[in-house]
């Protein structure tokens, strides 16, 4: 079985253009996601899924640099550029990542994966019920399931979201929610980067922690922000794109 973590990235962000490859500590911010995906145990290859136009030719040099698999296809159709993505990198575990999410735990991911394995579901996520500081949402599925969905789900807002046919279709799959540990439960702390906002508050954090220990935890994160609250506030108040798509 081979477990493929593909994140999907690009560089024409509608809120936050360019924010894929903005720099923080000395690296992009994909480099930086990628770093940390690659201390999980629980995954075989990392695959990023861009776009084929011209301005993500620089994401593909990014992953050339760093050696990870990338693919380019549609910037309309998410879910149709994650299929083909899998298919091409012969996947038969999909683990969905988003690149606005530069500081996944590695330690989710592999979490997550281990209940895929163990537990008998069709989808296993942290993102149902939000318990994790939100930024560190993972989706694990299989790839046969993904292809199935690319096939189904034809509705629009289903194209720019894979695992939200899933989601929102509880009747038919087997869907389980893991939640965060009490030392790791923060729903309002948000390590996303949506907008200008977000990235002050990641390029803050980033920069305070990084030089001293690349493999920082997000109890590390939650520490330091508990020590900041000016920053870790910062955000709150920023509109979720991603509520409004669930809805």
């Not at 145990?41 to 990392?46: A, F, G, L, V």
């Not at 879910?79 to 899998?86: I, T, Y």
Request: glycine fraction near 4%; aromatic fraction near 6%; charge should be negative.
């Amino acid at each position: 079985m081979k477990r493929v973590a593909v994140i999907q990235a690009r560089m024409g962000s509608t809120r936050l253009p360019g924010k894929t490859l903005m720099n923080v500590a000395g690296k992009p911010l994909l480099e930086l996601l990628i770093e940390r995906l690659k201390r999980a145990k629980r995954i075989d290859e990392i695959v990023v899924a861009t776009t084929s136009n011209p301005e993500d030719a620089a994401i593909e040099e990014v992953c050339r640099h760093l050696q990870v698999g990338c693919f380019r296809g549609s910037s309309e159709d998410v879910l149709g550029r994650v299929s083909q993505a899998l298919m091409q990198f012969e996947a038969d575990v999909h683990i969905e990542i988003h690149g606005d999410g530069p500081l996944l735990d590695w330690r989710v991911v592999d979490r997550a994966v281990e209940i895929f394995e163990t537990g008998g579901y069709d989808l296993v996520t942290n993102a149902l019920s939000v318990s994790y500081p939100p930024g560190l949402e993972v989706w694990v599925y299989s790839a046969a399931l993904a292809h199935q969905v690319e096939k189904a789900a034809q509705e629009p807002r289903f194209r720019e979201s894979p695992a939200l046919y899933l989601t929102l279709h509880p009747e038919r799959y087997r869907l389980h929610n893991f939640v965060a540990p009490a030392e790791l439960t923060a729903p309002e702390t948000y390590l996303e980067v949506d907008t200008d906002i977000d990235m002050t508050v990641i390029r803050e954090t980033v920069e305070s922690l990084y030089l001293k220990n690349p493999a920082f935890t997000t109890e590390e994160i939650l520490a330091w922000m508990a020590a900041h609250p000016e920053t870790a506030t910062r955000n709150q108040l920023v509109e979720r794109r991603w509520k409004k798509i669930a809805s």
